[in-house]
């Protein structure tokens, strides 16, 4: 059998190269080969051999895919930023390099510069993944303030005649993003707006968060095919802009809101948005564990029935409704009929129907008080925030009231 020159890989051989030695044993045939891809996962890399290893990357002119996931198990935090700048310095150099994947690596605030410089700069990005780097919401808006950056570099190479691919993937999960850095990431967005797959699950991101990325960010991406926003917190403020803005992604085919708590009524008004008809290509509705009730379960199953003709799977485990429920019921048929029409001769089975319905929670008549004072509680906040964005946008008078003056001199004195 051949051996496949175009790809160079040392994945999952345990391997802890520290010295220029050490790399060198194990590099031949990458420093032999016109590699398009290359896999360094699975191995823990030191400074010294991640010069080696920039270096020999840095001549590589027809890379395309480099798999940096879980190098630095072990590093001293101190060692991570000159490795890390060492790798990525020679892959901006790398015209055809459109995927880079930098999963399970412990960046956070303290070692982002070198992947901030790398992001805002290399305009042959497509494929960005990014989970479970430790960032927090303050490396993660320097983050999407670096895809910012790069929309202008992008935007700037195309006005010289260059031909530049658009950002399609943008995997950044595990990541501790929370509301603090949602402004910069729905900023993001909204240029990136031929963005076509957007995962970001368990980022602690609460509906306020869920909210802006929603009706700011994620909007403007009408192509979006894969969106994943699994275990963050929607409630009734984030369902209300997931209802809003669902219709304008024509071309979605796979939606995760799985264990987001979006509630009964959230759990309506979303199934009443996937009834407009405007979603016909989506293919897998993930909904586990968000209280949805059999309200929902109801208005979801029509929906599926007259708005959604491509829908083979959806994920309902962990809901309030009773598994004898007659729309549960509808849905599993109108799901095997699809099957039995759509699948051809080769059926996965993983891919159609219904997933395990063992942990769903038969109350789906009584309203959950709680519930009621969240909705509440979400609902002065909405007013709020649009009141403080309208309070924003407001003309300031050019000249100031003489009782505002008096007053910023009362507190300067204060400053400590």
Known sequence: MATN?????????????????DVEAHIKALRENDVEEVRF?????????????????????????????????GRLLNEIPQALSSLLEALLTLPKLHTINLNDNAF?????????????????????????????????????????????????ARKAGKEVPLLETVICGRN????????????????HTGVKEVKMV????????????????????????????????????GAR???????????????????????????????????????????????????ITAKGLEALTA????????????????NKFSEEDLSLMKLRELLDERKEKLAG??????????????????DSDDEDESEEEEEEADELRERLLEEAKEAQEEPIAQKQDKDVDALAAELKKTEI
């Open 303 to 318: 929906a599926a029935k007259d708005a959604l003709p491509a829908l083979k799977k959806v994920e309902l485990n962990g």
């Open 108 to 156: 956070g605030l303290n070692t982002q510069a070198p992947l901030v410089a790398f992001l805002s700069s290399h305009v042959p990005l497509q494929h960005l993944i990014l989970n479970n780097n430790g960032l927090g919401p303050h490396a993660g808006t320097l983050i999407a303030d670096a895809l910012t950056a790069l929309h202008g570099k992008k935007e700037e």
């Open 202 to 237: 368990q980022n602690g991101i609460r509906q306020e968060g869920i909210s802006h990325l929603l009706t700011d960010g994620l909007r403007h991406a009408k192509g979006i095919k894969v969106l994943d926003l699994q275990d963050n917190t929607f409630t009734i403020l």
């Open 241 to 291: 802009a997931l209802a809003t803005v669902a219709p304008g992604w024509t071309e979605v085919q796979e939606l995760g809101i799985g264990d987001s708590l979006l509630g009964s009524k959230g759990g309506v008004l979303f199934a009443n948005a996937l009834a407009k008809g405007q979603n016909k290509k989506l293919e897998l509705l993930r909904l586990q564990y968000n209280d």
């Open 41 to 73: 996962l699975g191995n823990t890399l030191g400074v010294e051999a991640c010069k080696v290893l920039g270096e020999v990357l840095g001549t590589k002119k027809n890379l395309q895919i480099a798999n940096l996931a879980d190098i630095f198990t």
């Open 345 to 362: 001769d080769v059926v996965i089975e993983d891919d159609w129907g219904l997933d395990s319905l063992s942990d769903l929670e038969d």
């Open 5 to 21: 020159t175009k790809l160079f890989s040392l994945e999952g051989k345990g391997l802890k190269l520290d010295t220029a030695a």
């Open 176 to 191: 501790r993003l929370e509301n603090g850095s949602m402004t910069a990431w729905a900023k993001a967005y909204s240029l």
